[in-house]
Each structure stands twice: as structure tokens, then as C-alpha cells.
């Protein structure tokens, strides 16, 4: 991962859910912070849980926060 915030997690959709970009790829779409953790460790990050996708700073949150699924 080489850009500043090379994970953006997207604006919820109609459904809740948002997608998830990592170096331009997108990963799929969660629906919880377990979901974005889960995304990532399958994108090569083995070792994070939810309370590093909180805290990241790699991570762009648009649309909202990591608390925003809706």
C-alpha cells in the first residue's frame, strides 16, 4: 500500500453497506467495522481487528466515520 490513505471506505449505500478500496481495488462492500477488518486481513493486513480500522490513519472515511452505516 503506497498512496497516503491508500484504504477509502465509501458512503453508505440504500442498503448500509459501503465499499471498501484498497490501492484502487475494490474489496467488496461492508457493513460494520468487523466487515472492513475482515476485507483488509484478507488483503494481505493478517494482523488487524476493528479497533485498528478504527484507529488508522491509512483508512479515508467518506460519507462518515467508522460509527456512520446508514
Known amino acids: 500500500m503506497s498512496a497516503t490513505h491508500p484504504v477509502t471506505v465509501y458512503p453508505p449505500d440504500d442498503d ?10 475494490i474489496l467488496g462492500r461492508a457493513y460494520s467495522v468487523s466487515d472492513v477488518a475482515r476485507l ?6 493478517q494482523g488487524w481487528d476493528e479497533m485498528d480500522v478504527v484507529r488508522s ?14
Do not use: H, N
Request: charged fraction near 35%; aromatic fraction near 6%; glycine fraction near 20%.
Open 16 to 25: 448500509g453497506g459501503r465499499r471498501v478500496r484498497v490501492d484502487g481495488e
Open 40 to 45: 483488509l486481513q484478507q488483503a494481505g493486513l
Open 57 to 70: 490513519r491509512l483508512i479515508e472515511w467518506r460519507g462518515g466515520d467508522p460509527s456512520e452505516w446508514a
